[in-house]
């Protein structure tokens, strides 16, 4: 004859109940700081966008200043400097410079919509980033290029 054990087991003990919301705790713990870092990242990526600019700022002033020439053509902005010609121009969701139609310097990343425009004897930089955000520079070149052309 075979013998079959019935369990007379009809629920959850008291140390399973406590086991299962340890478990719980731990897991909720956790979870918390996961939201948080995923909330600051997006915060992150705002700000580094806001610090990428103001490094384009910068850079794109002080070529631009001892440029003895500029256009713009297709909408790319052309410099001329030094006897080299120094494009910046749209590629994809970047705007990068290039020079002396070679080279692959990406300047700014996440770029929508970006127009170049000449004011009197400086370049007006406008640019929309992915978010909608619009950023716009002026800067101003030190040498006449209405004499030295």
């Not at 610090?51 to 053509?73: D, G, L, P």
């Not at 705007?95 to 000449?118: D, K, M």
């Not at 370049?123 to 619009?134: A, M, R, Y």
Request: proline fraction near 1%; hydrophobic fraction near 40%; charged fraction near 20%.
């Amino acid at each position: 004859m075979k013998s079959v054990a019935v369990s007379n087991e009809k629920g959850f003990t008291l140390i399973e109940v406590m086991f299962s919301l340890v478990i719980l705790s731990i897991i909720v713990f956790y979870m918390t700081p996961l939201f948080q870092l995923i909330l600051d990242n997006k915060e992150n990526q705002s700000s580094l966008q806001a610090m990428e600019w103001e490094v384009f700022c910068s850079q794109i002033k002080k070529e631009i200043r001892w440029s003895t020439k500029a256009e713009v053509v297709s909408n790319r902005l052309i410099l001329t400097k030094d006897g080299e010609t120094i494009y910046y121009e749209i590629y994809g969701n970047n705007l990068r410079r290039r020079v002396n139609s070679t080279g692959h310097e990406i300047i700014l990343q996440n770029v929508s919509w970006h127009s170049f425009a000449l004011v009197n004897n400086a370049v007006k930089v406008t640019v929309k980033d992915l978010k909608g955000i619009e950023y716009s520079v002026t800067a101003y070149s030190l040498i006449d290029w209405n004499k030295s052309t």
